[in-house]
């Protein structure tokens, strides 16, 4: 997702100048992607120049409004057509920390993984409060994209959960393939079905 | 005071070698207007802390006090009426009496409680009402959607006077946005004056709570929030005493 496509979707609805763009911008994404001016004009200048946008005369206030162009059409209707690409996204700041854990010697990752579902588990809490009690149709926009949020940090949480499970499986299968051989089995026995049965 | 609170609890099943330890030194304690969601994998005791906390089974160890009344001290009758008075449950499969309306549904606690017929028929309309459902008193079971049946769930579990509300995977089946209504009718309930505890394996139910709880191998090892409240960060400066 880009700014750019953003700024296009809004002048789809009509022309627009810069600080009208902005604050559509904020109240579209719930405030939760602030934007400085200097973006929206740097922004603009480059929907100018590939022509997806133009710019209209002064008006007499000073503002100079801008109008999206065929070009911006068909260029918005294709990203609203194309699904985002994950690897647009930012690197995974969390998998790597976790995969660092794993292999630095003296880390107690299923603490780093407690740490961060906690953590998480609170950036849930806090949006789920801010979930408006009554529904109103107004409200829509931004109860889709405070959902967005949610599903997020919610699938980090069960990814979390995955980790932690395969975590403990996994020092399962360290502690009985480190078992000394002289052990008798069926104390083996005995200590693996404790094991399963917690 | 808390309307439930659990003492360093402790449930075993079994004895000796094969002794199973479902719950080891669980303390928790639940105020009213309080929603406390318990969170944990497969096994981690979950379900039986939900089950000692509405006194439907009994701890090895610890104690466990209702609206102050410590269940282990109560007979077989009071521990009943605690059940039926002051306890509701919401299950994930609903226990709807398949040959009951709704409202008779939801009278059935205080019916067995003894109330007048008159009355536990107000009362079940109120909670009805409550739910969003009164105009489906009448109306079977089967002849509802999951979504409304659980409703009525709910409105069974609330009837009364209910100040604590023990929910097990209450949105089990029920599609996202059905679900998600039925965790905001447990907020609204506890928002005026309940206490509620919620176990669920999925985080964004668990988000409703003011308090999660992650339970692992019977034991708390971790609990997300209270939210903290601007009076609260008073405390965390060193050399403060608000």
């Known amino acids: 997702m880009s700014v750019k496509h953003g700024l296009l979707a809004l002048l789809e609805r009509g022309s627009r100048y810069g600080y009208q763009l902005r604050t559509e911008f904020e109240q579209a994404t719930g405030g939760t992607w602030p934007l400085n001016i200097g973006q929206v004009y740097t922004t603009l200048s480059r929907l100018e120049r590939d022509g997806f946008a133009r710019a209209l005369p002064e008006s007499d206030g000073g503002q100079r409004p801008y109008e999206i162009t065929q070009d911006g059409r068909i260029e918005l209707a294709l990203w609203f057509a194309s699904p985002i690409n994950r690897t647009d996204r930012p690197r995974d700041e969390l998998a790597i920390k976790l995969a660092l854990a794993l292999t630095t010697p003296g880390v107690d990752v299923r603490a780093v993984v407690q740490t961060q579902r906690t953590a998480t588990m609170r950036t849930l809490q806090e949006y789920t409060r801010l979930k408006p009690g009554a529904e109103r149709p107004d409200d829509l926009a931004w109860r889709l994209v405070l959902d967005a949020m949610i599903f997020r940090a919610e699938a980090e949480v069960r990814w979390l959960d995955h980790c932690e499970s395969s975590l403990a499986r996994y020092a399962s299968t360290q502690i009985a393939a480190t078992t000394p051989p002289a052990v008798p089995t069926d104390i083996t026995a005995e200590d693996n079905r404790e094991a399963t049965t917690r | ?242």
């Open chain 2, 1 to 242: 005071m808390s309307v439930l609170e659990l003492r360093d609890v402790y449930r075993t099943h079994g004895k000796g070698e094969t002794a199973v330890h479902a719950l080891g030194g669980v303390t928790l304690s639940v105020a009213p207007g309080e929603f406390v969601a318990v969170m944990g994998p497969s096994g981690s005791g979950k379900s039986t802390l939900l089950n000692l906390a509405g006194g439907l089974d009994a701890p090895t160890k610890g104690e466990v006090v209702v609206e102050g009344s410590v269940l282990g001290t109560l007979n077989r009758k009071q521990l009943a009426a605690v059940r039926r008075r002051r306890v509701g449950y919401v299950f994930q499969d609903l226990n709807l009496l398949p040959s009951l309306t709704a409202a008779e549904n939801v009278a059935l606690p205080l019916e067995l409680d003894g109330m007048s017929l008159r009355k536990t028929r107000r009362h079940a309309i109120a909670a009805l009402e409550e739910v969003g459902l009164a105009d489906l008193a009448l109306r079977f079971p089967d002849e509802m959607s999951g979504g409304q049946q659980q409703r009525v769930a709910i409105a069974r579990a609330l009837v009364g006077d209910r100040r604590l509300v023990l929910a097990d995977e209450p949105t089990g089946a029920l599609d996202s946005q059905t679900g998600e209504a039925v965790l905001k009718l447990l907020r609204a309930r506890v928002d005026a004056g309940a206490a509620g505890v919620l176990v669920t394996h999925e985080a964004r139910h668990a988000a409703w709570a003011d308090r999660v709880v992650f339970l692992r191998d019977g034991e708390v090892v971790d609990t997300s929030g209270p939210l903290v409240q601007p009076e609260e960060l008073l405390h965390n400066v060193p050399g403060v005493r608000a």
